[in-house]
């Protein structure tokens, strides 16, 4: 257990949420595993056992903060200030620029400028553009190297009805739904069970700790340098059925 008697408790961070900031420290300084682990004097899968809160004593913890240049608290501090909903301004400015939008859930989630001109297709001057945009949003940082750091967790929630959640709704979810989950590259799992409201929130702690788990996939993905990869749409979904909907046509 990672433990520091000197926060106080109701301001203690999980340890989910440590182990996030210090993934998200450990890729925002482009250090790669096996390079992290040589200079720890451990082996690589020991690393990405410790990044998965598997054996991770705070000793360890105190290693890898030495290695990084941070002290446990910066990695508290970090994580409590991303831990947030988007403000209403930044929701409607992302909603209302598709383009914006894009650029900026790329970046949360792994892509610097040359992605975004590779991946993408957009010239360097748009993206110039959105770069200098988001921030000014205070939605990402960007390093006096070019590096781009996202200011918002992956996790940070929208507003229920609120501008992204409706944009989700008009573009994503029915891009979503329109793909052809029968190709070869799509795997689609589906299935109906009864659930109690306390049953569905622990299917949906399951979805964070999955999306945990795909993250660092991704990050090793992206320490291993494979010639060829791509981006990969995930979508997981929990939700009471309305059975009437479902039934009206065969009564």
């Known amino acids: 257990m990672i433990d520091d008697p000197e926060i106080p408790a109701q301001g203690r961070p999980s340890v989910a949420a440590i182990l ?13 595993a096996r390079v992290l682990a040589a200079r720890l004097g451990v082996a690589e899968p020991t690393l990405w056992r410790w990044l998965r809160g598997e054996g991770l004593t705070l000793a360890n913890l105190d ?20 831990e947030r909903f988007f403000t209403l301004a930044q929701e409607r400015v992302l909603a209302a620029d598709r383009g914006l939008g894009l650029v900026f859930f790329a970046i949360l989630n ?5 992605a975004l001109e590779a991946d993408f297709g957009l010239p360097p001057a748009r993206i110039t553009h959105y770069l200098t945009r988001l921030q000014r949003l205070a939605l990402i940082d960007i390093a006096p190297t070019g590096r781009l750091r996202p200011l918002v967790a ?27 989950f029968g190709t070869a ?9 009864r659930l109690s409201a306390a049953g569905r929130a622990r299917v949906q702690a399951l979805f964070e ?14 320490s291993a340098r494979h010639e060829q990869t791509d981006w990969s749409g995930l979508l997981m979904l929990i939700h009471p059925l309305n059975l009437n ?3 009206r046509e065969f009564r």
């Open 20 to 32: 996030t900031a210090l993934r998200q420290e450990i890729r925002r300084q482009g250090l790669r």
């Open 154 to 180: 992956r996790a940070a929630q929208w507003r229920r009805g609120g501008p992204l959640a409706m944009a989700f709704e008009r573009t994503i979810k029915a891009f979503f739904l329109s793909m052809d």
């Open 209 to 222: 700790t999955l999306r945990e788990d795909i993250l660092l996939i991704a990050a090793q993905d992206a």
């Open 110 to 114: 792994g892509a610097q400028r040359a």
């Open 185 to 193: 590259e799509a795997r689609y799992v589906s299935d109906m069970v």
């Open 63 to 82: 290693r890898l903060c030495q290695m990084l240049g941070l002290e446990l608290r910066d990695l508290v501090a970090t994580q409590a200030e991303q």
């Open 245 to 247: 909907e479902i039934t």
